[in-house]
């Protein structure tokens, strides 16, 4: 009897997430975040469901989270180098110049990082009120953040 559940890699492998709706292997601890993982996204992302799933308009936003208190070493060490990876992946997948463009969710901390790392231009803050730099990051009364 052949074995049922999917190989390593198989896109049947992958789980669909319900609250993002793309296909995803998730990446909840630094562990997960690393420059080939996110060259391999963006285009994933991009190719397998922006474009041919929901024909998400080209020069609209695609977000990437970073679902958990990430600190600075980790996003210096780990989400930063993802993040750069997604943007070269975005790029080459769609010859050599994004057609979208790269948003970030997180925690207040990630999403200032990321953004003042010219690696995102959106930011999406998780509603994680014990996350780093949450309050610090809270919007004003225009709806805007004065940190990121």
Partial sequence: MENALPKRGDRAGRRRN?????LSEPAESARGFHLYRGRGSGP?????????VIFHPTGSA???????????VEIESRTIPF?????KGLAGSAGGTADYRVG???SGRVCR???DANLAEFAWLAQATR???????????????SKI
Avoid: K, Q
């Fill in 18 to 22: 319900s609250t993002r709706g793309r």
């Fill in 44 to 52: 994933e992302c991009r190719d397998d469901y922006a474009r041919n």
């Fill in 62 to 72: 695609i977000y990437f989270a970073v679902d958990f208190d990430a600190s600075e």
């Fill in 83 to 87: 993040f750069e990876g997604v943007g």
């Fill in 104 to 106: 970030v969710y997180g």
């Fill in 113 to 115: 990082m990321i953004v």
């Fill in 131 to 145: 996350w780093g730099e949450y309050r610090a990051t809270l919007p004003d009364s225009n709806g805007t953040s």
